[in-house]
């Protein structure tokens, strides 16, 4: 089909070459304009030949296998792309990389280490290793406690339930859509 245009360019440049030398050498200005107009025409001619057998003529077969060629090779190429599994691996594991490194400087001030940020298909699942703690000198704070009460009562939330907060609003998320693991077994 590409050397069929090709050739059809060539014949309307052949033409317009003849038709300008048989106007340059024609006897008299005065039948100028007329054959100026008949070349004109005959030009649109050879364009609406070729254009009315590709919609009206042998060259819709042409048109149509070469439609139905271009619709078999698009849907070979989407059936053997591998690709949109792996962007979809490779965009998760970029969100968990940034979420890590957004949250792992809040978990070090609650004593934590962040070991990893894994992507579920409702929550985000974060994995956390309790820091080394070094025998620190200084202050020792006395809280008084109450026999009954649990840590929560005394202090209004857990360290807990302090991060998770912490850990949403870095994220930008509601908290139920989080889930803290660390070390000891706790959830």
Known sequence: MGDSFFEFIRQIGVFILCAQCLIHFCAGKSYEKYVRLLVGIMV???FITPVS???FGAGRVELAAEVKRFGQELSEATQKNPYP???EKDTFKALEEEMADRLSQ???EYGFTLAEVKLDEEKIL???HPQRQEKETGRIQMVEVKVGESKETTTGTSPVAELVREFSILL???QDYLEIEWEEGGR
Do not use: D, P, S, V
């Open 53 to 55: 057998m590709l919609f």
């Open 85 to 87: 599994e792996q962007r």
């Open 106 to 108: 809040k978990a070090e």
């Open 126 to 128: 974060i994995f956390l």
């Open 44 to 46: 649109l001619a050879q």
């Open 172 to 174: 930008g998320i509601h």
